[in-house]
């Protein structure tokens, strides 16, 4: 019988992970998985450099990410850094045309390029783009509506805000096809050519239903959606997220997100997910692994 030492139990633990994975590989072998990447993820040195080693193993092994990145802190630090007062309405960025520059100067330049430059580095082939280019993404002006005291609604206009309108992603579809990974800054272009700011969850949303993408993965900086006795709900279909909102249970900054995923699964997109990017690989640890971490959103049915 063959003496099993100390280091070689740890190679053959090491070797019994790849082999767990190995199902997953299989099943998702050119599938397409959109991943908007925020938060903490985007600014810690080490989740940065752990989301960039998680896209490009995902890409060697044969799946194609699409990733979507927001960028709301560093845009308000710039902008103060300019003499210029962040302002928000009901979370929504009031946008003029002076910020507008300022936001697309940030998200599409400094902060895409980062990423763009951080897969590259661990051996990715990232290509940097907006919603402007290619005409990925038509946007129109997004719409506020807040009620008074008196049960009145009003408008009000936030400026170059936007919401998408339609996804054109022949673009993604070329890049994907030659092993370019995309990472897509969340601007889009108007009727009349005007820039919009679009909320990254929903263009994450958008882009994975234009795709018909496998799945739609949300990074966040919680640990996924807690149920009314504060525990981590790990699965949920469509119809107990609608109960969890009418309760109020889900609420606040956590609404868009749900939304985009509800709109994803309507739209053809097969599973979401709400997952904590706080995490070192949190996205292998949700793709290859029975457990998963955070939330999963399916359509009802799905196992």
Do not use: W
């Given at each position: ?16 992970i ?22 903490a ?25 699409v ?7 560093k845009i308000?630090?710039?902008m ?15 946008t003029?045309k002076e ?45 506020v ?13 936030i ?37 919009y ?23 966040t ?10 525990n ?8 107990g ?27 053809g ?16 640890l ?16 799905q196992q």
């Amino acid at each position: 019988m063959i003496h099993i030492t100390d280091q070689m139990e740890k190679l053959i633990e090491k070797a019994n992970i790849l082999i767990e994975a190995l199902p997953y590989i299989r099943n998702f072998y050119g599938k397409t998985f959109v991943i908007k990447y925020g938060g903490a993820a985007q600014i810690e040195d080490e989740l940065k450099n752990s989301f960039a080693q998680d896209i490009v193993l995902l890409n060697f092994i044969g799946i194609r990410p699409v990733i979507v990145h927001g960028g709301g802190p560093k845009i308000s630090a710039t902008m103060k850094m300019m003499g210029k007062e962040p302002a928000f309405v009901q979370g929504q960025r009031i946008t003029d045309k002076e910020t507008m520059d300022i936001v697309e100067m940030v998200l599409g330049g400094l902060i895409n390029k980062e990423i763009v430059a951080l897969i590259n580095r661990h051996g990715g082939k990232a290509v940097g783009l907006s919603g402007k280019d290619g005409g990925l993404i038509k946007a129109k002006k997004k719409v506020v509506r807040k009620k008074s005291e008196t049960g009145q609604v009003k408008l009000i206009d936030i400026g170059l805000v936007g919401e998408v309108e339609d996804v054109a992603p022949d673009i993604l579809k070329a890049l994907e096809s030659d092993g370019f990974i995309p990472v897509i800054s969340p601007i889009g272009a108007g009727g009349a050519g005007e820039t919009y700011n679009i909320n990254a969850d929903y263009v994450a949303s958008a882009i994975a239903s234009a795709l018909q993408a496998e799945k739609l993965i949300l990074l966040t900086d919680v640990p996924g959606i807690k149920d009314s006795n504060e525990n981590i709900v790990s699965s949920v279909d469509k119809k107990g997220i609608g109960n969890m909102i009418d309760k109020a249970v889900i609420s606040g900054g956590m609404l868009p997100k749900v939304q985009a995923c509800l709109d994803a699964l309507e739209a053809g997109v097969k599973k979401t997910y709400i997952i904590d990017g706080r995490v070192p690989h949190c996205l292998l640890l949700e793709i290859f692994t029975k457990e998963g971490i955070g939330t999963e959103i399916i359509s009802k049915g799905q196992q």
